[in-house]
């Protein structure tokens, strides 16, 4: 039968279709489909959970890349924490004269070390999320959170080797009759950790979402985290800061967390539930804070990065 242009031929089995319907067909043969976010709170931490094979990925990625060219390796993660520890004992132990609180200085600044490589380190890597993966971030869809979790796990690695040598040095100086007792609040060990990598992920990530208009605060992030260090009692315990001064060490969310590890490992420190729950409290405060900025500044951050 002739057919003018355009002319449609209607058979039995052809039916009519509503608007929009086409559309919905075509998506329901996808298997993921990805849409902006909706809302602050749309934090899609299901998602992220399903991309945990990349997560370790990136973890090995950061381990590998970080010492790949250099000769000594991963012995850099003890080498670090000695040669401070070893100058802090020199230059504040014997020249300054700090107290520690009866410990062994070496011993003493080496568990102020450990505590706070960790959460620095965290901090200055996290705070690079963004301008350090702008390429990539740019190229796949992925759970951008993924690549900071992925930081702190790695940085978890070096921790342990870190923590390893602590231990070492802390077995060494029982062994030669100096006055170190562990006690109960060892326990709370797990808890720090995930207090220190709360604190570190939830201000760098921060960091990094603002870095993506401002990057002068990539400037402001070493020197920064250089001057918080003497805010924590790293190079002197908290028993040492007079009376008046004390609430300022105090504010600082890092100060009962290095303060009860010294204490449970080495049984001297000053250690107070009151002050842990604050830390505790503002490691959870801070970390909200940050991933729903983060979460806010992943739309559009490849507009300005």
């Known amino acids: 039968m002739p057919q003018t242009p355009n ?46 094979d990349l997560i370790f990925l990136f973890v090995h990625r950061d381990f590998v890349a970080r010492y790949k060219q250099t000769i000594l390796g991963p012995l850099w993660y003890i080498i670090q924490p000695l040669f401070s520890s070893g100058i802090f004992t020199i230059v504040f132990g014997k020249f300054a004269g700090l107290p520690t609180d009866g410990l062994p200085q070496f011993l003493f600044y080496l568990a102020g070390n450990v505590v ?16 350090a993966n702008a390429g ?79 990057r002068d605060l990539q400037q402001v992030v070493g020197f920064g985290t250089s001057l918080l260090m003497y805010a924590t009692p790293i190079i002197y315990p908290l028993s040492a800061v007079p009376g008046k001064w004390k609430w300022v060490v105090l504010a600082n969310p890092m100060t009962p967390i290095v303060e009860t590890f010294r204490y449970g490992f080495l049984g001297a420190g000053t250690v107070s539930s009151w002050h842990l729950a604050y830390s505790g409290l503002f490691t959870v405060a801070l970390l909200l804070i940050g991933i729903l900025i983060f979460n806010r500044v992943e739309r559009t951050f490849m507009d300005t990065v």
């Open 116 to 131: 706070w490589m960790y959460f620095s380190n965290a901090l200055t890597t996290t705070s690079a999320t963004f301008t």
């Open 7 to 52: 002319s449609t031929i209607n058979t039995p089995s052809s039916k009519p279709q509503a608007p929009g319907s086409t559309l919905q067909a075509v998506s329901s043969d996808w298997t993921t489909i990805i849409r902006p976010h909706g809302n602050w709170f749309d934090l899609k931490l299901k998602e992220l959970f399903q991309f945990k």
């Open 136 to 214: 990539l971030f740019g190229k796949v869809y992925f759970p951008r959170l993924a690549v900071p979790i992925a930081t702190l796990i790695s940085n978890l690695i070096s921790f342990s080797i870190q923590f390893a040598l602590f231990l070492f040095f802390m077995i060494f100086f029982a062994l030669k009759g100096a006055t170190i007792q562990p006690n109960l609040w060892i326990l709370t060990f797990p808890l720090l950790i995930i207090m220190m990598a709360g604190l570190g992920l939830g201000a760098g990530i921060i960091i990094s979402s603002a870095t993506t208009k401002y």
